[in-house]
Nanobody
């Protein structure tokens, strides 16, 4: 199983972000998928989760969506703040739905993509 994140980089304060996670080696449409992030010096935190049967979900400042035909999950947000800086990871759940324990129901992790919000 391989998860490849892309779309990170240096982003302007107040700008927008669209990250992609493309999976191979598994049928992504069968699982819930989540995004996490880890800011410098902090623990990794869950950002959003999308269930197998959901195509688009707004969760706080983030929109998570999936294109099953492309085996890809996206994470979008706008109005970026300095505290959005961090490494963003895609993760595939062992479950088909985002349960209350979705942050720990992870089977596979990507390597992450770095996002740096610059003023």
């Amino acid at each position: 199983v391989q998860l490849v994140e892309s779309g990170g980089g240096l982003v302007q304060l107040g700008g927008s972000l669209r990250l992609s996670c493309t999976a191979s080696g598994l049928t992504l449409r069968s699982f819930a998928v989540a995004w996490f992030r880890q800011a410098p010096g902090k623990e990794r935190e869950g950002v959003a989760c999308i269930s197998r049967t959901t195509l688009n979900s707004q969760q706080g400042r983030f929109t998570i969506s999936r294109d099953n035909a492309k085996s890809t999950v996206y994470l979008e947000t706008g109005s970026l703040k300095p505290e959005d800086t961090g490494r963003y990871y895609c993760a595939v759940s062992k479950e088909t739905y985002c349960t209350n324990s979705w942050r720990t129901d992870i089977n596979y992790w990507g390597q992450g993509t770095q996002v740096t919000v610059s003023s």
